[in-house]
C-alpha cells in the first residue's frame, strides 16, 4: 500500500492570521490542530501547528509507523510560524504527534496543543477527533441568563469527578455513569450548579486535573469528548448549570506538552524568575506573547462553544497578578515601574473576561483569588478584571477559625465571625468551602467542630445555616454535605456508606432542605452583592455568641430574619427587633428532629410586638435553640 502524502492545503485566510499574530485570534480552535475535511473529493486530515522556531515538523503516528520522515507539513509564507498540510485517508481515531527539528538540532515528539482527545495515560499521543454532537439542551441555553444573573441563585456543589464514586473501590465512574448517578444526586440535593474540577486532560492523576496538557480534551479516563457533552447535557436537562476549572496559570513540562515545544520556550518565559513556579514546579505562560493569548483566551471560548459550559472558575489567579507570588527577594523581576503587579497577566484577565461576556454574556467567571487585589469582580471600564465573582476566602479562614473554637471561647472570639461583613459588599463574593479545606492534613470538615458527636453536627448544620444566609454565592466541596469522616483522596471514592445511618442522612436531608429554602427564597439571593440586601439586627451579642440579621428581597417587605446561636446554650425568652408588624414563620431550623437536632423548639408562627428593640418599632421573643440556625419569613 502507498503511503498517501502530505497536500497543500490551509484552512487559514489572511485574516485570521493577522488575528492570531495580534493575540486576538479567539477561534483559534477552528482551524490549529487537526481537522477531517476533505479537499478535492478526498477524505483526510488537516493538520496545522505553531512552532515558529521548528526547522522541520511532520506528522507520526500509526498510521505512517511513526515515521517522521513520511509526513512533512510545510511552514506558511507569512512568519506565522505555522506548519500545516493535508494528509489524505487519515480520519477519526488516528493517534499521532508531532515531530520538530528544533533549532538546536533535537528532535521532539510533541502532542498537539489543540488535540480535541488524547491517549488513555500514561499513553501520551493525541487522537484525531471532532466535537460533533446533537445537544438536546435548547431549553436550558434559552433560558440560562435566568440561571447564571448575579440576583439569581448560586449553590455550587463542587465534584471531582474521578473520585466522587467508586463503586468497585478503585474504578471510576464514566461520564455517561455520571450522567445518571451525579445528576440524580445533585438534583435531589438542590444545588443549581455542579463546578468540575479539570477536566481537560492531564497526564498525572494525583494533580487533580490542575496540571494540564491537553486543554482542548476531557480526559480520556471517563470516556470520549461526546460522552463528556452527554453529561453536560444530562445536568442542563435536569435545571444543573456547568461550570469548569480553567487553569491558564502554569503548565507542567512532560515532554510531550507545551513546554519546550519547538525547541524554545515557546508558551512561557525563558527567564526562571518569570516562567517557572515555584509551588508547583511547572511553566508560566507568556501572557505578554500575543499568539499565548489567542491559545489561552480560544480555549476558554472552546469549552462555552463546543462543550456549552455555563462558566469557568479560573484557578489561582493571585498567582498571576503578582510577580513575586511565593518568591523571595531576588527571585523576581519587578515591572516597568518597579512594582510587583504583573501587568501583561492582568491585561490578559482582562482580555479574556472581556471576550467571555461579549461572546456568552449569560456565563459566568469566577476568580479564585486570594488577596486584596481591588476591583477582582469589577467591570473592565472601571479598571477591574472584569470577573463576575471572586471567592471570598477571608469568609472562608475567619469561619472555620471561628467554629473550630469550643463554644465556652467562642465569645472572644466574635470579632471573627462578624468581620467579613466590614467588606462583603467590595466584589462578588462566592463563599467557598472547597477541596483545599479537607486535604494535605486538615482533615475532613466534620473534624474541626468541637464537643460529642451530637454538638459537632450541630455545629456543623448551624455552620451552612450562617453560611447559607451570610451574603454571597454558594460553593460546597462533595461530601461536606453528608459529614464524610476522612480527608478527601482521589485512590478512593467518597463515603456514601455513611449516609445510611444517623446523623450523615440527617446533614444530608438538612443540607438538601437549606438548598432548596435558599433557591426558592428571593431574599436570601437577589441583593447578594448588594448592601441593601444586608442588614445586622443585632451584632454585639457576643455574650452569647449570638448573631442576628436581615436579609433583604428587592421588595419593601421581602424580608428574613436570621438567628443563629452558636454555643449549646438555648436562650430563653430572646427578644430580637424587627421591621414590620405581623408574623413571622419559620423557614428553618437547623434544630428540627428530621436534621438530627433536640426537636424541642418546632415553633408556631411568631407575632410581631409593637415594642422597640434593638432600635426597631416591633419584636418578637421566643427559645433559640442550642447551635442552630433559625430563619423567620415576614408575612408567610
Known amino acids: 500500500m502507498t503511503t498517501p502524502k502530505v497536500i497543500a492545503h490551509s484552512l487559514f485566510t489572511d485574516f485570521d492570521i493577522s488575528l492570531w499574530k495580534a493575540g486576538k485570534n479567539f477561534r483559534a480552535y477552528d482551524k490549529l490542530g487537526s481537522h477531517v475535511i476533505e479537499v478535492d473529493g478526498k477524505s483526510g486530515t488537516y493538520f496545522a501547528v505553531w512552532a515558529p522556531s521548528a526547522k522541520y515538523v511532520a506528522v507520526v503516528g500509526d498510521f505512517n509507523s511513526w515515521d517522521r520522515g513520511a509526513h512533512q507539513l510545510s511552514p506558511?509564507?507569512?512568519s506565522s510560524g505555522i506548519w500545516e498540510g493535508f494528509i489524505p485517508d487519515v480520519g477519526n481515531g488516528t493517534v499521532y504527534k508531532y515531530a520538530i527539528d528544533g533549532p538546536d538540532g533535537r528532535w521532539l515528539e510533541k502532542g498537539d496543543p489543540f488535540a480535541r482527545l488524547w491517549e488513555m495515560p500514561p499513553k501520551t499521543a493525541s487522537v484525531v477527533w471532532d466535537t460533533y454532537f446533537e445537544w438536546e439542551d435548547q431549553d436550558w441555553m434559552a433560558k440560562r441568563a435566568e440561571h447564571n444573573g448575579i440576583d439569581r441563585p448560586y449553590s455550587v456543589y463542587e465534584v471531582h469527578l474521578g473520585s466522587w464514586k467508586k463503586p468497585t473501590g478503585n474504578e471510576s465512574l464514566s461520564y455517561r455513569e455520571l450522567a445518571?448517578?451525579?445528576?440524580?444526586?445533585?438534583?435531589k440535593m438542590n444545588f443549581t450548579h455542579v463546578e468540575l474540577m479539570p477536566v481537560m486532560e492531564h497526564p498525572y492523576f494525583p494533580s487533580w486535573g490542575y496540571q494540564c496538557t491537553g486543554y482542548f480534551a476531557p480526559s480520556s479516563r471517563f470516556g470520549g469528548?461526546?460522552?463528556?457533552?452527554?453529561?453536560?447535557?444530562?445536568?442542563?436537562?435536569a435545571g444543573i448549570g456547568v461550570i469548569l476549572d480553567w487553569v491558564p496559570s502554569h503548565f507542567p513540562t512532560d515532554a510531550h506538552g507545551l513546554a519546550n515545544f519547538?525547541?524554545?520556550?515557546?508558551?512561557?518565559?525563558?527567564?526562571?524568575?518569570?516562567?517557572?513556579?515555584?509551588?508547583?514546579?511547572?511553566?508560566?505562560?507568556n501572557y505578554g506573547r500575543n499568539e499565548v493569548r489567542s491559545f489561552l483566551i480560544s480555549n476558554a471560548l472552546f469549552w462555552l462553544d463546543r462543550y456549552h459550559a455555563d462558566g469557568l472558575r479560573v484557578d489561582a489567579v493571585a498567582s498571576m497578578l503578582y510577580l513575586d507570588y511565593s518568591r523571595n527577594e531576588g527571585e523576581w523581576i519587578p515591572n516597568k515601574y518597579g512594582g510587583n503587579e504583573n501587568l501583561e497577566a492582568i491585561s490578559f484577565l482582562r482580555e479574556f473576561n472581556e471576550a467571555v461576556y461579549r461572546e456568552y454574556p449569560?456565563?459566568?467567571?469566577?476568580?479564585?483569588?486570594?488577596?486584596?487585589?481591588?476591583?477582582?469582580?469589577r467591570p473592565t471600564y472601571v479598571g477591574g478584571l472584569g470577573f463576575g465573582q471572586k471567592w471570598m476566602m477571608g469568609w472562608m479562614h475567619d469561619t472555620l477559625d471561628y467554629f473550630k473554637q469550643d463554644p465556652i471561647h467562642r465569645s472572644y472570639h466574635h470579632g471573627e465571625i462578624?468581620?467579613?461583613?466590614?467588606?462583603?459588599?467590595?466584589?462578588?463574593f462566592m463563599l467557598p468551602l472547597s477541596h483545599d479545606e479537607v486535604v494535605h492534613g486538615k482533615g475532613p470538615l466534620i473534624d474541626r467542630m468541637p464537643g460529642d458527636e451530637w454538638q459537632r453536627f450541630a455545629n456543623l448544620r448551624a455552620m451552612y445555616g450562617y453560611m447559607y444566609t451570610h451574603p454571597g454565592s454558594k460553593l460546597m466541596f462533595m461530601g461536606g454535605e453528608f459529614g464524610q469522616t476522612s480527608e478527601w483522596s482521589i485512590e478512593r471514592g467518597l463515603e456514601w456508606a455513611l449516609t445510611e445511618y444517623a446523623p450523615h442522612k440527617t446533614l444530608q436531608t438538612f443540607f438538601a432542605d437549606l438548598n432548596k429554602v435558599y433557591k426558592t427564597t428571593t431574599a436570601l439571593y437577589e441583593r447578594a452583592y448588594d448592601p441593601k440586601g444586608f442588614e445586622w439586627i443585632d451584632l454585639g451579642d457576643h455574650l452569647n455568641s449570638v448573631l442576628t440579621y436581615l436579609r433583604r428581597g428587592k421588595k419593601e417587605k421581602d424580608v428574613v430574619v436570621v438567628l443563629n446561636n452558636f454555643t449549646p446554650t438555648v436562650q430563653h425568652h430572646y427578644r430580637v427587633g424587627v421591621p414590620f408588624k405581623g408574623k413571622y414563620s419559620v423557614l428553618l431550623n437547623s434544630d428540627d428532629d428530621k436534621y438530627g437536632g433536640t426537636g424541642n423548639f418546632n415553633m408556631k408562627p411568631l407575632k410581631a410586638i409593637e415594642s422597640e428593640w434593638n432600635g426597631r418599632p416591633y419584636h418578637i421573643e421566643l427559645s433559640l435553640p442550642p447551635l442552630s440556625t433559625l430563619l423567620l419569613k415576614f408575612g408567610k
Open 76 to 78: 506558511r509564507w507569512d
Open 180 to 187: 445518571v448517578d451525579l445528576v440524580a444526586y445533585v438534583k
Open 225 to 237: 469528548p461526546q460522552d463528556f457533552m452527554y453529561l453536560v447535557q444530562e445536568l442542563h436537562k
Open 262 to 285: 519547538d525547541g524554545t520556550h515557546l508558551f512561557d518565559h525563558e527567564d526562571p524568575r518569570l516562567g517557572f513556579h515555584p509551588d508547583w514546579k511547572s511553566a508560566i505562560f
Open 362 to 377: 449569560d456565563t459566568m467567571t469566577i476568580a479564585e483569588e486570594s488577596t486584596s487585589f481591588s476591583g477582582v469582580s
Open 418 to 428: 462578624t468581620f467579613s461583613l466590614v467588606y462583603a459588599f467590595s466584589e462578588n
